[in-house]
């Protein structure tokens, strides 16, 4: 059997990126969780498309294009424990072939809107299941620095497949149609299936993972010890919140560049300004910087991710609207500088749902900022748009000043239990 990759014990060597790639079973995960998030924004807009074309409400095609968001803290809470309690292999396929059969049911079947929008959700409830068994198997294969660059591929495997999937989608929707569109989604979330049910090797759950008990309840109990160990609770927080606001302000870019009259499809590459920034942050953080280095600059990078923010308040032009963007999304490495700091955090049992908490609160609060700052912004009318930006910005920077309260003195946190 492969051994994991071993860092020594003061991680101060730095680990390569080609050394994580190195490991087989991560590489299987990580072209399959490319292949996924791809199929994933097909999914997305197709079904935004879809919906808006059937009902032409700009609410529904945006509850369409988020309902998969939201409901995943739900899910997280309530089934969370299972991530730990099943065999992860057979999650992980079984959570593959769920998007599939989901993707299909839309490309096929005439549902009706709700059942539509039901039937998105209910995947959504089992997200953090799956993604939860395999953040588990990444921190056993992958340890030390490895372990960190590991997510750091991960981080940059999501934003690129995102901009890939939505510019793949709009081209795939104009020549295929949407129904198709759905269909050829489901044929990569098939293939994704297919690989980790043949390449990845048999691992049984953790007999001790989580204690016997119902699946909801044993969530909930798992879920409320990770909230009620400060040392977690605020590890989660420190990386649940900047992005939220973060995404508080990527969902007014639209608008902004409605109000301040840019050229049609400026406010697209504007759009893609903040995922470039993360790639750019991922790669060079992760590649030049040395363990000891990224976590001195959490705090700094959390501040990157909300200052920039605040020039949205003298509502610039474009080009530098762009500057300020991509200097956001570079903030976005911070995260590199926490991984190893959660996982030491994280108690021996109930790592998955950890790991799905992690994710789906992410992803839940991604969906909540967007809607909080639009509110703001028409709220504030006029000039709200830029001012509604500028105060994401400013969560952000408290959030930097609150973690830097803490950080320094994270040894002496207490222990999650």
């Known amino acids: 059997m492969t051994t994991a990759i071993e860092a020594p014990p003061a991680v101060a060597r730095r680990t390569r990126y080609r050394e994580v790639l190195a490991e087989p079973r991560f590489r299987l995960l990580f072209l399959t969780r490319i292949a996924a998030i791809t199929a994933d924004s097909l999914r997305i807009t197709t079904f935004s498309v879809l919906v808006f074309a059937s009902t032409g409400s700009p609410l529904l095609s945006a509850v369409a294009f988020g309902i998969g968001f939201l409901p995943q803290l739900f899910g997280s809470l309530l089934l969370g424990s299972l991530a730990d309690r099943l065999p992860p292999r057979a999650l992980i396929v079984g959570g593959y072939l769920l998007e599939a059969v989901a993707a299909l049911l839309l490309a096929l079947a005439p549902l009706p809107i709700a059942a539509s929008l039901g039937l998105v959700a209910l995947v959504a409830l089992a997200t953090p299941l799956f993604n939860g068994a395999s953040g588990r198997l990444v921190a056993r294969w992958l340890t030390g620095d490895a372990y960190v660059l590991g997510r750091s591929l991960n981080n940059m495997a999501s934003s690129g497949a995102q901009l890939f999937g939505l510019a793949l989608g709009g081209a795939a929707v104009a020549a295929l149609g949407p129904h198709r569109t759905l269909a050829a989604g489901a044929a990569l979330y098939l293939l994704c299936a297919l690989a ?218 207490v222990p999650a239990a």
């Open 196 to 413: 980790v049910r043949l390449r990845l090797p048999v691992l049984t759950p953790d007999p001790d993972g989580n204690p016997t008990g119902g699946a909801v309840r044993g969530s909930l109990r798992g879920a409320g010890a990770l909230l009620r160990a400060r040392g977690v609770r605020r590890l989660l927080l420190a990386q649940w919140l900047p992005s939220a606001f973060a995404a508080g302000a990527e969902g007014l870019i639209v608008a902004y560049s409605g109000r301040m009259r840019f050229a049609p499809g400026w406010y697209a590459a504007l759009l893609a300004c903040l995922p470039i920034g993360m790639l750019l942050g991922d790669v060079l953080v992760g590649r030049l910087l040395r363990p000891a280095t990224r976590e001195r600059l959490v705090v700094p990078l959390v501040l990157l991710m909300g200052l920039p923010l605040l020039g949205f308040a003298a509502e610039p032009g474009r080009f530098v609207a762009g500057g300020l963007l991509l200097c956001t999304g570079f903030g976005f490495a911070n995260g590199l500088g926490l991984q190893r700091a959660f996982l030491d955090a994280l108690p021996e049992r109930g790592q998955g749902q950890a790991f799905g908490l992690l994710g789906s609160g992410n992803m839940t609060l991604q969906g909540v900022g967007p809607a909080c700052f639009g509110m703001l912004a028409t709220l504030l009318g006029g000039h709200g748009t830029g001012t509604a930006m500028a105060l994401a910005g400013l969560g952000a920077v408290l959030t930097a000043l609150w973690t830097l309260s803490w950080w320094r003195a994270r040894s002496a946190a």
